[in-house]
Every structure is written in C-alpha cells, then in structure tokens.
C-alpha cells in the first residue's frame, strides 16, 4: 500500500509543479507537461512490478501509437479558444476529438496487423 501511495504522490507532485510552473511561463509549463514524465515514470513503476522486456517493449509501441491520436487536441483547444469558445466546452470537445481518435487508432491497427 506504501508503493502505491508513494507512486500516486511523486506523480502528484510533478502535475503540480507543471501547473505552478505554467502560471508563470505558459511556455515552459508546456515544454514540461510535453516531456514524456509519466510514460517514463509509468515504465519504471512498470518495470519494478514485472520486469519483462517483451511486455515493456509491447507497452512502450503501444504508447508510442496512443500519443499520435491525442497530439490534435493540442491544435484544437486553441483554435477553439482563439474563436471565442469558453475553456470548458473547448476543453471537452478537445477531449471529445482525442476519445474518437483513440477509438480509430484502435480499430486501425487491428486493420494494419499491431496489437495495442
């Protein structure tokens, strides 16, 4: 229980300190939350509980192929924000657009012969 709360909390922490860091250069917070933190954090936690390097090269592509489907939400959020969208709906149709797109890569690569 320990590991499991000591987990939740270093993830916790580097969330927060992306938004502190943020309200403070918008620019810097975005080159933090960009970094691939919780992926390399989630591929250590993983690595600790099972280390097997077939299942940890199957994680890795398969985060690998998850990450291209969420990379609009990024251009659409500010457009929306740009044309007068409040946050919140701007927010869930970015989110919205991200589920649609995740569920296609989903389908896709059954389509194209890779597991994710």
Known sequence: MGYLIAKALISGIIIAIVSEV????PGFGALIAS????????????????PDSAHMAEHSTATFWYVLPSLPMFLVIPML??????FW????????????????????????????
Not at 81 to 86: E, I, K, P, T
Request: glycine share 12%; net charge positive; proline share 4%.
């Open 22 to 25: 943020a309200k403070r250069a």
């Open 35 to 50: 970094l691939p933190l919780i992926s390399v954090m989630g591929m250590i936690w993983l690595w600790r509980d099972k």
């Open 81 to 86: 924000l740009q044309r007068g969208w409040a």
């Open 89 to 116: 709906p701007a927010l869930i149709a970015g989110c919205g657009l991200t589920i649609v797109l995740y569920l296609a890569m989903t389908w896709a690569s059954g389509r194209l012969g890779f597991r994710l």
